[in-house]
């Protein structure tokens, strides 16, 4: 690439972990800044706002604007907007992210359209079969992405994606998901930068939800070692990413090289 027009961050894995900073990164990201950049942050965490979200990282020295932020709640907002508007949906999600869905009518009794967030302790057994119900009966499920997991300090945790198959297996009908890895989230966040895809770089943990897809939209993908980057994962892959680094601190350097 010629020039780096624009860069993109995915935040858990990259800039935090259990929302305490990866090592180097509020430097990085500094440095960045410093040399006037533009930078977006496309994240597929569902259970905080983009408030809230831009709070957690300035608490820990982060200094982010809720509105540099995309998240797989407004995405999906934008989603219902065009394709369902007006709709009654059912949110099933862990945290509360109604404030980032304006206009969306929430109707838990009578849904027109089920929306899936982030699995957490609100997927039980009772409401994943209540979703069974309402897709064998019809009505149209929306996932806000499908990360099949996330990274705690402690391990790994879960997520909506390795609920999707089973509830589209059973129903025999399949789910739309919303924000990474599918390509919209990507173009939207390199449009809040003002970057042209080809001259964006898109900084990831996750090999299959950040950076092969910003590598199908013509962005340069950054792959880390930090967050849910797992070893194996990448030698069973037949693609591989532009740039593999052991950390978001490595950026600024990355950057530099790529002129
Ligand atoms: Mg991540």
């Known amino acids: 690439m010629s020039r780096v027009e624009g860069v993109l961050f995915d935040i858990d894995g990259v800039l935090v972990t259990s929302w305490q ?7 990085a990201l500094e ?11 496309l994240t597929n965490t569902t259970s905080r706002t983009c408030d809230e979200i831009a709070a957690s990282l300035k608490a820990v020295g982060f200094d982010i604007r809720s ?3 995309v998240t797989a709640a407004r995405l999906t907002t934008e989603y219902l907007r065009s394709t369902y508007p007006g709709a009654r949906v059912l949110l099933l999600n862990r945290g509360d992210v109604r404030a980032d869905m304006p206009d ?3 109707d838990d009794a009578d849904p027109e359209v ?4 982030g699995a957490g302790p609100e997927f039980t057994h009772a409401a994943l079969s209540r979703v069974l119900d309402l897709m064998v009966a019809g009505v149209p499920v929306v996932a806000m992405h499908r990360s099949a997991m996330w990274a705690e300090s402690d391990g790994l945790r879960a997520d909506v994606g390795t609920y999707l198959p089973g509830l589209e297996e059973a129903s025999g009908s399949r789910i739309v998901s919303v924000g990474k890895p599918s390509l919209a989230g990507f173009l ?3 449009e809040l930068t003002g970057s042209d895809p080809a001259a964006t770089v898109m900084v990831g943990d996750d090999f299959r939800g950040d950076v092969l897809p910003a590598q199908r939209v013509g962005m ?4 880390v070692r930090t967050g849910k980057f797992r070893e194996p994962v990448l030698e069973l892959a037949v693609d591989r990413p532009d740039h593999l680094v052991d950390s978001v601190a490595d950026l600024p350097e990355l950057l530099a090289s790529l002129g």
Do not use: K
């Open 188 to 190: 939207a966040a390199a």
């Open 21 to 27: 900073p990866v090592p180097g990164a509020v430097a």
């Open 104 to 106: 969306v009518v929430f």
């Open 67 to 69: 509105g540099e932020i």
């Open 220 to 223: 340069t993908g950054v792959l």
């Open 114 to 117: 089920v929306v899936l967030g």
């Open 31 to 41: 440095e960045i800044r410093r040399r006037g950049v533009p930078r977006a942050f």
